[in-house]
């Protein structure tokens, strides 16, 4: 009994599985021809293919219902874009930016104001070094270091011109000395002068005047008559101390009587050359304020 059946199942999976590979065939041609090839009865196998094709809906059918359920599995794990937490998300990178924003506009006003501080110390350093500048411009003019022009006199004195000298008489009356220099000096100075030059040689602070036998020595340089005296300041003032003042009287009163020329022109451009030789200190030093 158990052989059959055994014969028989397998007869009829055979014959079903016969059915399925010739799908262009008709069930009714199919059928006998399936049956005379098992030599089994018909009702069997109406049986069997019935529970094969109920099999095959029943699996398509658990199929569909299984993918559904993934779709669904997957759709609720990717949850909207508009839950609670990208709400937060969205809110914590707004503020950020806005917190960036902040920063650098902070950023931007400092530099602002390192640009405007940069700015006022270079046009403060600007303004210092115009006036440090000018005051050693000043100072240059002043000390003698800068050639200088301007209206004011121009003054020669010579020896005397007398052909001879009489008998008795002291020959130093009949020529320019050292001290008469200075006289001349120190009444251009008293009326005012600015600048004062002995034939090309600037008078400056450390200036000195001294006979070494019949020539004088101005700036450690010879000088010989005759002498060009270039002064600039107020030409009629000048002139007038030169003619008039108390420094004067005795180089004036020996300039009649022993004929030693003395001429003074008024100029309105007189050159007077800048000072060339250098400045010596031994013993005076920068007090520290």
């Known amino acids: 009994m158990a052989s059959f059946h055994f014969h028989t199942t397998r007869n009829a999976g055979r014959g079903i599985a016969h059915i399925l590979s010739a799908p262009l065939a008709t069930a009714s041609d ?8 098992s030599m089994l009865p018909l009702s069997t196998l109406v049986l069997t293919g019935t529970f094969l094709v109920g099999g095959l809906v029943a699996g398509a059918l658990i199929s569909t219902q299984w993918k559904a359920r993934s779709v669904g599995a997957v759709s ?3 949850p909207p874009i508009t839950r609670q937490s990208d709400k937060d998300i969205v809110a914590a990178t707004i503020s950020k930016l806005e917190s960036e924003q902040v920063r650098l ?14 700015q006022n110390a270079d046009a403060m350093s600007k303004s210092t070094l115009t006036d440090i500048n000018s005051e050693i411009t000043q100072q240059r003019n002043v000390s003698g270091m800068a050639a200088l022009h301007g209206p004011g006199v121009v003054v020669t004195l010579d020896d005397s011109t007398a052909h001879s000298i009489p008998e008795n008489e002291d ?119």
Request: contains cysteine; glycine residues 4%.
């Open 105 to 118: 506009k902070k950023q931007i006003a400092d530099l602002r104001t390192q640009l405007n501080d940069a």
């Open 30 to 37: 199919a059928l006998p021809n399936v049956r005379r090839r």
């Open 171 to 289: 020959p130093a009356n009949y020529i320019l000395h050292d001290y008469d220099l200075r006289d001349v000096l120190n009444a251009l100075w008293m009326a005012g002068a600015e600048a004062v030059s002995i034939n090309g040689e600037r008078i400056v602070s450390s200036t000195s005047l001294y006979c070494v036998g019949t020539t004088v020595i101005c700036n450690a340089t010879r000088l010989s008559p005759p002498f060009e005296v270039r002064a600039v300041g107020d030409a009629q003032v000048l002139a007038a101390a030169l003619r008039g003042s108390p420094q004067m009287d005795k180089l004036n009163q020996r300039a009649e009587i022993y004929d030693l020329p003395i001429t003074i022109e008024r100029s309105q451009d007189v050159l007077v050359p800048a000072y060339n030789g250098s400045f010596v200190f031994k013993y005076a030093t920068v007090q520290v304020q």
């Open 76 to 78: 609720a794990a990717a």
